[in-house]
């Protein structure tokens, strides 16, 4: 797994119409993109989805759009023969990677002003921005799987 994407495919027999299943797939997926705020657009087998962070004049839900965490990605079909599909996605996690660094810069800079000790401050950091990533990539990596999930 790279640092900036999250991946992940699964294979599925079809003992139906092959095409019918699949624009069906594309369907459902959409609509749970949709619900799940993010724009989306269809090419050939491919639904490639963007969710765009909004300003709004509560400021409370404007800290809440900045901590989204699954922002942009894809979700490709492709044939493998004539009864089985393979379902490939991909979330980009380049928004996670600079949440989880900030989050333990900030840590890090109270350890120090607390400790005194730089390299007491500086391990505190890698640590709490290490947790903060992986406990991250847990979330994205279940609500993406939840979206494809859905439309099997």
């Known amino acids: 797994m790279s640092f900036l994407k999250y ?10 119409n092959l095409d019918l299943y699949i624009d069906s797939f594309k ?5 749970r993109l949709r619900n799940f705020e993010a724009q989306s657009e269809i090419q050939n087998d491919t ?20 901590m989204k965490l699954v922002r942009e990605g894809l979700i ?16 980009k996690l380049d928004a ?3 949440l989880s660094i900030s989050v333990g810069l900030v840590i890090g800079l ?4 607390a400790s005194s000790m730089i390299l007491i401050s500086m391990l505190i950091e890698l640590l709490f921005s290490s947790i903060m990533y992986f406990i ?10 939840k979206i494809v999930a859905t439309g099997h």
């Open 47 to 66: 639904i490639t989805f963007k969710r765009m962070v909004r300003n709004t004049t509560h400021s409370g839900q404007n800290k809440i759009e900045a």
């Open 76 to 91: 490709r079909i492709e044939r493998v023969d004539t009864t089985k599909i393979r379902i490939v996605w991909e979330v």
């Open 136 to 145: 991250g990539c847990s979330i994205v990596k279940s609500q993406i799987d």
């Open 27 to 31: 369907n459902k997926i959409q609509e």
């Open 110 to 113: 109270l350890a120090l002003f």
């Open 7 to 16: 991946s992940n495919t699964a294979e599925k027999t079809i003992h139906v």
């Open 96 to 98: 996670l990677l600079f």
